[in-house]
């Protein structure tokens, strides 16, 4: 699968190389009360989801992730 900005939450939790790969950068992915809200999110965009403030993602940070997500096979 190749992915992109418009790859979705869900496509990127339910792939556990993928999912490494967010937690890496999102480490706060792993608290409980965050796990609980991730089910709402998991059709929006990566893009999306880092439109929101509480998801604390810059733009850099963000390209980032995709690129790592990119090199996985």
Known sequence: MA????????EV?????A???????VPQLEEPQIKAM?????G????QVAGFPQAKLSPET???IVAELT???
């Open 19 to 25: 999912k490494a790969v967010l937690v890496k950068f």
């Open 38 to 42: 991730l089910g709402m999110a998991r």
């Open 62 to 64: 963000l390209q980032q």
């Open 3 to 10: 992915y992109t900005l418009d790859t979705t939450l869900g």
């Open 13 to 17: 939790l339910d792939n556990p190389a």
């Open 71 to 73: 090199k996985l096979k």
């Open 44 to 47: 929006m965009s990566l893009k």
